[in-house]
């Protein structure tokens, strides 16, 4: 069974340090993969997606995460955290044999501290 | 365009009471999803449906049920709400299935408590 593991239930970093987020997923074909913002008492925000190709990609707000097919991993990264970054964090996977579905990780909550 | 509208925002139901949410999109989007959200437990899909008329179960659906009668609309219902159902509801919409997949659209989300 597809599953998505984000092995950080909560993180807190200084402001201006460096923010890295773990993602893994178990999955026989080749993954979507996402990344989703959620600042509090809102909805879900597309940070960025891979699908295929460059197994770097960039995202909105300066974020950018790398798929490693061999650690099964989309881990997200920001090089310099802003106070404004303070949010719970979701990977997510996209189902391709029983299309529509997409299996989100149980988050990681981002604390940024002064 | 509004984008992806969730109604209502907030809601207090007694056990055994019923309600429905809708949730509404605004740009022709022929999937749409339900979720809840827990503490801990990410989203889980409650139900989906990929075309007006269609629904089909995601990971949790027992104690829910969904209808699409309109394309631009999909209704969450709790029969006999459960206080195991207190949780944070989020609708979610794609386009359609040509071009690869896509990001989900996801709506506000209603804050439901069950006493």
């Known amino acids: ?114 | 365009n509004a984008g992806v509208t969730q109604t209502p925002k907030f809601r207090v139901l007694k056990t055994g009471q019923s309600m429905t949410l809708l949730c509404a999109q605004d740009m022709n989007h022929e999937y749409m999803y339900w979720y809840r959200q827990d503490p801990g437990m990410g989203l889980r899909l409650i139900h989906y449906s990929v075309g007006e008329g269609t629904t089909a179960k995601g990971e949790v659906p027992d104690g829910y049920n969904v209808s699409r009668l309109k394309k631009q609309n999909f209704l969450l219902g709790l029969e006999s709400a459960a206080p195991s159902q207190t949780s944070v509801y989020f609708c979610a919409s794609i386009p359609n299935r040509s071009g690869g997949l896509n990001e989900q659209f996801f709506g506000p989300g209603t804050r439901l408590t069950v006493l």
């Open chain 1, 1 to 114: 069974a597809q599953s998505v593991t984000q092995p950080d239930i909560h993180i807190t970093v200084s402001e201006g340090a460096s923010l890295e987020l773990r993602c893994n997923y178990s999955y026989g074909a080749t993954p979507y993969l996402f990344w989703y913002v959620q600042s509090p008492g809102q909805g879900l925000q597309l940070l960025l997606k891979y699908f295929s190709g460059d197994t770097l990609v960039q995202g909105i707000k300066g974020f950018e995460a790398e798929f490693k097919r061999s650690q099964s991993s989309f881990n997200l990264r920001k090089p310099s955290v802003h106070w404004s970054d303070a949010a719970e964090y979701f990977c997510a996977v996209a189902i391709t044999d029983s299309w529509g579905k997409f299996q989100f990780g149980a988050g990681t909550q981002v604390v940024v501290t002064p």
